[in-house]
């Protein structure tokens, strides 16, 4: 149970720095990239990031990087297997008498 927590914790941050980067990044674009994004809210954001096509230039190029790297199977999907493992260990561990 001790090594499933930080498992998570290390996705969640991850996921969480990925967002924090596409944000900064919105910061500066050109208003014609920025706008169609700037106004969605999660996961949309994310989801018009990771579609952005190779024309767009150097920026698009990051964005959908990063885009890809939030919604990675290791960040999204392995989350909440971890949550639901150390749920499990907790209950198998803990005594009926504590719930």
């Not at 920026?59 to 790297?69: E, G, K, P, Q, S």
Request: glycine share 4%.
């Amino acid at each position: 149970m001790h090594v499933l927590r930080p498992a998570k914790e290390s996705a969640v941050k991850a996921r969480t720095q990925a967002m924090n980067q596409v944000k900064a990044i919105l910061l500066v674009l050109d208003p014609d990239l920025r706008e169609p994004i700037t106004g969605l809210t999660n996961p949309a954001p994310i989801a018009t990031c990771a579609a952005l096509g190779d024309d767009r230039g150097e920026a698009a190029f990051a964005l959908r990087l990063l885009a890809r790297r939030r919604g990675d199977v290791l960040v999204r999907h392995h989350s909440a297997p971890l949550t639901f493992a150390a749920a499990t260990a907790a209950r198998t561990w803990m005594p009926l008498a504590a719930y």
